[in-house]
C-alpha cells in the first residue's frame, strides 16, 4: 500500500479549468476505488484531497490501472454532467503513444475489430466479428525502434482494452493483416510481458470543449517511456 501511494504521488496537474482538472495519471494507479476493499487508492482520492471543495460523482472517464496519461476529472456535479456527455457522444478527441513489439509494416492505417468480454476468461477481452458493437483504432508510426515500433494511437471508440486487443491481434484486419501481431510492450494480458517494468501505453493528447465557453481546449502529456 505504501508503494502504491507512492506512485500516486506522482499525479501532477496538466490543465486546471473552472469545475475541472485534468491530471497526468501514473501507471499502476487506478483512476477510482476498485471493489476490494485491499483496492481502494485512485487518483479521484488523490484529487478529492488536492481539491477539498470539489463536490458530486467527479469521475468522467477512466484508463486502466496499467496505462498513464491524461484523466479529466469534475470539480462539481453540472461539469461533470456536461464532460461526461462530450465522452459520451465521441465529442472528444484522444491519443495515445504506445510502443509495440515489432516493426509494424505499414506506416499508418485502420483496425475495425469488434471487441468484447471474454466471459469465462475476465478480465480478456477477445475480438468477435459477430459483436455488433464496433471498435476503431486509427493508428500512425512515430519511430522505428530496435525490435520495436513506436506508434501514435487514435481510438474513434472506446471498447475496454481496445487498443491492447487491436495491437495485439494477429489475423486479418489487425496491423499486419494474416502476419503476426505486435503486441504493446509490457503487456502481460495481451502480450509476452517481458522487456519492460510496465505497460507502454500512454494517454498522451486530449482535446474536448470547455463547459463554461464550449470553447475547444487541449491537453498533452509527453510519454514517460
Known sequence: MGALRDRLGLTRV???GEGYVVVDKPAGVLSVPGKAMDNKVCVLDWVRAAYPRARGPMVVHRLDMDTSGLLVVALG???QRILSAQFEARHVEKAYVAVVEGHVAAETGTVSLPVRADYANRPYQIVDRSHSRPAITAWQVLAYE???TRLRLVPHTGRTHQLRVHCAFAGEG???GAGRGHPIVGDVLYGSGTGAD???LHAAELVFSDPRTGRRTSAK???PF
Open 14 to 16: 496538466v490543465l486546471e
Open 77 to 79: 456535479e453540472d461539469t
Open 146 to 148: 530496435p525490435d520495436r
Open 174 to 176: 489487425g496491423m499486419s
Open 198 to 200: 510496465r505497460l507502454h
Open 221 to 223: 502529456s509527453p510519454a
